[in-house]
C-alpha cells in the first residue's frame, strides 16, 4: 500500500480511463488509484474492473448508483481513503489535463516541501492552460482573481481540481459540511483550509484540454461558482 492515493471521479471517460491508470502506475513513485464512478452507461467502471487483477492492491473502484455532482464524487473518495489510513490524497481528472507526471511535485510539496495541502496551479506563473478558446481561459482566470477578491484567500488558483491534501486536512474540514457540489466545490475546500491556517503551496503545472471525450462543463456550474462564492463570503462558512 502506498501512502498516496490519487482520486479519480469518472462519468463516461472510457476513452481516457485505462491510459491515465497505466500512467500513474508507470510513474517513479508509486500512487494507489481510486476510481469514482457515477454508474457511466459507456462502460467506464467495468474497464476499470478488468484492470484491478494486473494491479491487485493498488487500484480500487467505487461505484456510485448515480451522478451527483463532482464535489460529492470527491467527498465519496476522500471518506474511502481517511477509512484506508492513507496519508497523501490527491484530487486529479481522468481526460489528462491534469498531466500524471505533476502527481509527484504535487506530492513532494506535502510530503517534503512541509505544505499541507498542494494545489496543481495554472496561474501562478503567467497562464499555463493549452488547447482552451480565448473566451474560456479568461472565464476561468478572472474566475479566480473574483474569487481572491471577494474571498481574500492568498490563492492564485482557487478555481483548481488537481490537489495533495495531507489527511490531517481532510479530517479537519467537515465534509458532510461542504455545501457546493460543482465548480464551487474546488473554491470551497480551498477556503475551508485556509481558515483552518493550513500551509499551502501552488505547484505551477501546464493544464492541457482533454482531447478525448467530453467536458462536463455547463452554465448552472458556473452559475454556482459565481454566485456562491458571494453567499460563502456573506455568510460565512462554518470551519
Avoid at 471521479?9 to 508507470?26: L, Q, R, S
Avoid at 484491478?52 to 474511502?80: M, N, Q, S, V
Avoid at 452559475?223 to 470551519?239: C, D, N, R, T
Wanted: proline share 4%; glycine share 6%.
Amino acid at each position: 500500500m502506498s501512502d498516496a492515493v490519487v482520486i479519480v471521479p469518472t462519468y463516461n471517460e472510457k476513452e481516457n480511463i485505462e491510459a491515465i491508470i497505466n500512467t500513474v502506475f508507470a510513474l517513479p513513485k508509486q500512487f494507489d488509484v481510486l476510481v469514482v464512478d457515477d454508474s457511466s452507461p459507456d462502460g467506464t467502471n467495468e474497464i476499470v474492473a478488468a484492470l484491478i487483477p494486473k494491479f491487485k492492491d493498488r487500484l480500487f473502484l467505487e461505484i456510485r448508483a448515480e451522478k451527483t455532482g463532482l464535489g460529492t464524487a470527491y467527498i465519496h473518495g476522500f471518506k474511502w481513503a481517511l477509512s484506508k489510513k492513507y496519508d497523501y490524497i490527491i484530487e486529479m481528472d481522468a481526460d489528462f489535463s491534469h498531466n500524471p507526471s505533476d502527481l509527484i511535485p504535487l506530492y513532494n510539496a506535502c510530503a517534503k516541501d512541509n505544505a499541507d495541502y498542494s494545489i496543481g496551479s495554472r496561474y501562478s506563473q503567467g497562464v499555463n492552460v493549452v488547447n482552451w478558446p480565448m473566451s474560456r481561459v479568461l472565464l476561468s482566470y478572472f474566475a479566480s482573481k473574483y474569487v481572491r477578491f471577494i474571498t481574500r484567500i492568498p490563492i492564485y488558483d482557487t478555481t483548481a481540481g488537481f490537489v495533495c491534501y495531507k489527511r490531517e486536512v481532510l479530517e479537519t474540514i467537515q465534509l458532510e459540511k461542504i455545501k457546493f457540489v460543482g465548480y464551487a466545490f474546488q473554491i470551497e475546500m480551498k477556503f475551508k483550509a485556509w481558515l483552518h491556517k493550513f500551509k499551502h503551496k501552488e505547484v505551477s503545472v501546464i493544464f492541457t484540454d482533454r482531447i478525448k471525450g467530453k467536458s462536463k462543463m455547463n452554465g448552472s456550474i458556473i452559475s454556482e461558482a459565481v454566485f456562491g462564492v458571494i453567499k460563502m463570503k456573506l455568510q460565512g462558512l462554518p470551519k
